[in-house]
């Protein structure tokens, strides 16, 4: 029976995108900053800073491989927080029906170690989430399906008994892996409410 729910952070409670920074940088120039996200300050690098790599380290290196681009580069530490458009729509209220209800409520979020703790103060919906896992204080990103038995180990929680929630699809799979549930997020804090409800998590 599920008793517990692991929510990721990053597009499941809170909004967040590099384009919305960088886009906006870039003077509205789509392509410019389609190439600046898919050629230069991409997942592959921006996942180093999640797997606990300085920020500071890694920008350096890129900039050294971009020189041309090293001022742009250095904004993902500078205006990180202008890539946060906030709590997701109807998340707040989904994890607080939740937690009412006795359900276990838990975070594993790839996320960088030095904007957490702002993001903890800033974001209620982060700080009322008090066992969680986040990546860059372990060493480990999902979806390496370690850092999920990581989290399971940590607070001693059968996989059987979690459902895991994540954006995106390889993530998701990666806790199928280890013996949890899985639901893909699609933005719709009702579609996940409908979801939850399917497996008797909340009551109608």
């Known amino acids: 029976m599920i008793r517990n729910v692991i929510f990721d952070y990053g597009n499941v409670l809170i909004d967040w995108s590099p384009w919305y ?3 906006d940088h870039f003077g509205g120039d789509e392509t410019k900053c389609r190439h ?12 180093r800073v999640d797997q606990g790599e300085s920020m500071d380290s890694c920008i350096e290196d890129l900039q050294r491989q971009y020189p041309e681009w090293a001022d742009d580069i250095s904004l993902f530490r500078d205006r990180w927080f202008d890539m946060c458009h906030g709590p997701v729509p109807g998340m707040q209220e989904l994890i607080d029906e939740l937690k009412m209800g006795g359900i276990g409520v838990f975070g594993l979020s790839n996320w960088p170690a030095e904007t957490f703790p702002v993001a903890r103060k800033r974001f209620r919906i982060l700080s009322c989430i008090d066992n969680y896992v986040v990546s860059s204080f372990v060493g480990m990103v999902k979806p390496d399906p370690a850092i999920y038995r990581f989290l399971l180990d940590k607070y001693s929680l059968d996989a059987a008994d979690c459902v895991f929630i994540d954006d995106r699809i390889d993530n ?31 009551k109608i």
């Open 172 to 202: 998701v799979n990666a806790a199928i892996s280890v013996g949890m549930q899985g639901i893909q997020f699609d933005g719709s804090a009702q579609n996940l409410r409908n979801a939850l409800i399917s497996l008797d998590l909340i």
């Open 36 to 47: 600046f996200l898919e050629h230069i300050c991409n997942r592959e690098w921006f996942t």
């Open 21 to 23: 920074l960088f886009f």
